[in-house]
């Protein structure tokens, strides 16, 4: 008997361990980049600082849910740009300032080159650790302004 119960109460342990939350979908601005993390805790909605991002240093507003929909505040939030075409990532460190009530501003978001660039974000909570990619408009190189 007591072997069933160890049993059963693994069982119970190891799917407890892997759950996969469904969030609930609240996207606050229209052509955002909206998308949840990998287990479903959270939502995230990115918004570039200009749209579209150009080569160079970048800015974005982080809008961050839990799966009820509730605003998250107080996350720790690590970022890394990335180039998946080359396996490219920049060697700058974007700077990430929590504004409160669930927005994050990410500054110093630094592109070196032009093309599809993505925001891989690990998000560091209470409990939780999750992580997500955000797919980026294409990256532009700014046009060079003519000389009088």
Known sequence: MFK???FVIS???LFSCTVK???KMVQH???SVFKATDSGYYTTELVMKPTPPHVGYNKAHLIVHNYEGVDIP????SVTPYLPSKNLTSQEKP???DAGRGLYIIENIYFPEAG???LRLKMYGDEIVDTVIL???EVKAMPMKKMK
């Open 29 to 31: 601005i229209r052509g």
């Open 11 to 13: 069982i119970i342990f």
């Open 4 to 6: 069933k119960t160890v």
């Open 116 to 118: 599809k660039w993505e």
């Open 74 to 77: 107080g996350l720790r939030i």
């Open 135 to 137: 797919p980026l408009p």
């Open 95 to 97: 700077k990430v300032k």
């Open 21 to 23: 939350y469904t969030p």
